[in-house]
């Protein structure tokens, strides 16, 4: 049974940083593309970033710069760092595999960016 649980969202300012986690359970961690999706309100979710075993990387243009994916595969966890945080970033944040697994998605973590 997959379990995906996201951690580390909240209110931030313009500007701020947040780290998001999200552990995993019941998938072969090492050798998956992990990835975070986010999916505004009225929008459909959408892939910001992925990290694959060899740990490349890919980034939407509109987070390129300022969010960094990294994996602990010990503790089958992972991370998104975020800096310059804008308004429009302001969206529920899941992880999973890229392309997502059929074991569904965790319940996501809340990000409003908001002054």
């Known amino acids: 049974q997959v379990q995906l649980v996201e951690s580390g969202g909240g209110l931030v300012q313009p500007g701020g940083s947040l780290r998001l986690s999200c552990t995993t359970s019941?998938?072969?961690?090492?050798?998956?593309?992990m990835g975070w999706y986010r999916q505004a309100p009225g929008k459909q979710r959408e892939l910001v970033a992925r990290?694959?075993?060899?740990?490349?990387?890919y980034y939407v243009d509109s987070v390129k710069g300022r969010f960094t994916i990294s994996r602990d595969n010990a503790k089958k966890t992972v991370y998104l760092r975020m800096n310059s945080l804008k308004p429009e970033d302001t969206a529920v944040y899941y992880c999973?595999?890229?392309?997502?697994?059929?074991?569904?998605w965790g319940q996501g973590t809340q990000v409003t960016v908001s002054s």
């Open positions: 019941g998938i072969i961690f090492s050798v998956n593309v």
């Open positions: 990290l694959n075993s060899l740990y490349s990387t």
């Open positions: 999973n595999t890229v392309p997502p697994g059929p074991g569904g």
